[in-house]
């Protein structure tokens, strides 16, 4: 959930500009066209924008409503860098990109909705609809959005479960179920007490079901984001961002931290508790690689004493951990699994790396601020897609998974090409 999730971002525009002359990849700017692909929509940095000219400048922003981006940075020396801010795909591997963008990729802005937090995107095959949840404090926060794709164009409404799930933040699909982890927790909310947890969805029948609600007793801060192993078992963050944002009414009791829930026993094992603020959450094909996103450049102050209106939001700060990380997993499917070999794989290059998502080829997705960057599994960057809202969460999408959709702060987007998501099973 990356308190992007939460986060009221100005939207930029990303109107393109048609130029009568594209720059040639030859040429020693630090932008150039991407072969045949319109210019400057598709956009070359060459040597991955390694060397800027002259007096470049990208002044750290930690206002935390209006953090800086890559497309701020202002280099005065190089005029083709200016194309950037009118780009919607920045490719920096253009041999890898050619493969995953196919022949005629597009993206598309489908809906316009509010501008507070948005995520947990789960695509349902048995019903070819996409979900999405409000992290909206409140009976806001009870309902869910869905996008049905069996219409042309697609269309966009609302659904609540039976009973209502609060504040789902990530989400993933799993014979016929949607697995929730649910941010919210309130004593009183609509004459009922909700606490963070692992929730089932069935979207043909709407109805939910409660799997975990609490570490032997204490109350989760704000289960954030889930993933599956190949055997069913559910790994989920947890991280302490809800009660600053009002989402929680409790005050975290708990470590953050990484868990792993089996359904057939009940048990809930800690894995990893070396991250502030661990968000993101996702497998690799086969299960043998988990990738975790430690978002704590967001830093939540913990003061448990004052009225909950009145405690502190997020913090923000460039200099605070706004990382990818990979972990080998052993004895996935065994009572005492483990992480090993702990190591960063991808710095953001704009805000912090909120939900991430594996390609079917190991490929590397993740919403960072305004835009999505796709990486190679060893955390190389080969492009970005700029968008112009908060992009918190994407998910694969349609029956060849070959559509990424992107929801966020005020915007849901659609992008066609050849990169495809892991089978739904």
């Given at each position: 959930?990356?308190?992007?999730?939460?986060?009221?971002?100005?939207?930029?525009?990303?109107?393109?500009?048609?130029?009568?002359?594209?720059?040639?990849?030859?040429?020693?700017?630090?932008?150039?066209?991407?072969?045949?692909?319109?210019?400057?929509?598709?956009?070359?940095?060459?040597?991955?924008?390694?060397?800027?000219?002259?007096?470049?400048?990208?002044?750290?922003?930690?206002?935390?409503?209006?953090?800086?981006?890559?497309?701020?940075?202002?280099?005065?020396?190089?005029?083709?860098?200016?194309?950037?801010?009118?780009?919607?795909?920045?490719?920096?591997?253009?041999?890898?990109?050619?493969?995953?963008?196919?022949?005629?990729?597009?993206?598309?802005?489908?809906?316009?909705?509010?501008?507070?937090?948005?995520?947990?995107?789960?695509?349902?095959?048995?019903t070819?609809?996409?979900?999405?949840?409000?992290?909206?404090?409140?009976?806001?926060?009870?309902?869910?959005?869905?996008?049905?794709?069996?219409?042309?164009?697609?269309?966009?409404?609302?659904?609540?479960?039976?009973?209502?799930?609060?504040?789902?933040?990530?989400?993933?699909?799993?014979?016929?179920?949607?697995?929730?982890?649910?941010?919210?927790?309130?004593?009183?909310?609509n004459?009922?007490?909700?606490?963070?947890?692992?929730?089932?969805?069935?979207?043909?029948?709407?109805?939910?079901?409660?799997?975990?609600?609490?570490?032997?007793?204490?109350?989760?801060?704000?289960?954030?984001?889930?993933?599956?192993?190949?055997?069913g078992?559910?790994?989920?963050?947890?991280?302490?961002?809800?009660?600053?944002?009002?989402?929680?009414?409790?005050?975290p009791?708990?470590?953050?931290?990484?868990?792993?829930?089996?359904?057939?026993?009940?048990?809930?094992?800690?894995?990893?508790?070396?991250?502030?603020?661990?968000?993101?959450?996702?497998?690799?094909?086969?299960?043998?690689t988990?990738?975790?996103?430690?978002?704590?450049?967001?830093?939540?102050?913990?003061?448990?004493?004052?009225?909950?209106?009145?405690?502190?939001?997020?913090?923000?700060?460039?200099?605070g951990?706004?990382?990818?990380y990979?972990?080998?997993?052993?004895?996935?499917?065994?009572?005492?699994?483990?992480l090993?070999?702990?190591?960063?794989?991808?710095?953001?290059?704009?805000?912090?790396?909120?939900?991430?998502?594996?390609?079917?080829?190991?490929?590397?997705?993740?919403?960072t601020?305004?835009?999505?960057?796709?990486?190679?599994?060893?955390?190389?960057?080969?492009?970005?897609?700029q968008?112009?809202?908060?992009?918190?969460?994407?998910e694969?999408?349609?029956?060849?998974?070959?559509?990424?959709?992107?929801?966020?702060?005020?915007?849901?987007?659609?992008?066609?090409?050849?990169?495809?998501?892991?089978?739904?099973?």
């Amino acid at each position: 959930m990356a308190i992007s999730a939460l986060l009221l971002v100005p939207l930029i525009s990303l109107t393109p500009v048609v130029y009568s002359l594209p720059f040639s990849s030859t040429s020693n700017a630090l932008t150039s066209s991407c072969g045949s692909l319109p210019f400057p929509e598709f956009l070359c940095l060459n040597r991955y924008g390694s060397v800027m000219p002259g007096n470049f400048n990208r002044p750290a922003n930690n206002d935390i409503t209006s953090p800086d981006t890559y497309m701020s940075t202002t280099v005065p020396d190089d005029n083709s860098f200016s194309h950037v801010s009118n780009a919607t795909f920045l490719i920096f591997d253009w041999a890898k990109a050619q493969a995953i963008l196919g022949d005629t990729p597009t993206y598309e802005f489908m809906f316009t909705i509010t501008t507070g937090g948005h995520e947990a995107p789960v695509y349902t095959p048995n019903t070819n609809e996409l979900y999405f949840s409000d992290l909206a404090t409140g009976v806001a926060g009870l309902s869910q959005q869905v996008i049905n794709l069996n219409n042309t164009p697609p269309t966009l409404g609302r659904m609540t479960a039976s009973p209502p799930i609060y504040a789902p933040a990530g989400g993933r699909y799993r014979n016929g179920l949607i697995y929730y982890s649910a941010a919210g927790g309130n004593e009183s909310l609509n004459n009922t007490t909700y606490r963070p947890g692992i929730y089932t969805l069935d979207p043909k029948t709407g109805k939910s079901e409660v799997l975990v609600n609490n570490y032997f007793g204490y109350y989760f801060n704000t289960c954030d984001d889930l993933d599956l192993d190949p055997e069913g078992n559910v790994w989920f963050t947890d991280l302490q961002y809800s009660y600053n944002v009002g989402l929680n009414t409790v005050a975290p009791q708990l470590e953050a931290a990484t868990y792993r829930f089996n359904p057939k026993t009940g048990l809930v094992s800690l894995v990893e508790d070396s991250m502030g603020a661990p968000n993101g959450i996702a497998f690799s094909p086969g299960g043998k690689t988990l990738y975790i996103s430690d978002s704590n450049a967001d830093f939540a102050s913990i003061d448990p004493r004052p009225p909950i209106e009145t405690v502190q939001y997020l913090t923000y700060n460039t200099t605070g951990k706004r990382t990818v990380y990979a972990f080998d997993v052993l004895d996935a499917g065994s009572e005492a699994p483990s992480l090993v070999n702990k190591r960063a794989v991808y710095l953001a290059m704009d805000f912090v790396p909120d939900g991430l998502s594996i390609a079917a080829n190991g490929y590397i997705v993740t919403g960072t601020g305004h835009g999505v960057d796709v990486l190679d599994e060893k955390g190389s960057m080969v492009l970005r897609i700029q968008t112009n809202y908060t992009a918190a969460s994407i998910e694969f999408v349609g029956p060849k998974r070959d559509e990424l959709w992107i929801v966020g702060h005020g915007g849901v987007s659609r992008v066609k090409w050849n990169l495809i998501g892991q089978p739904k099973v």
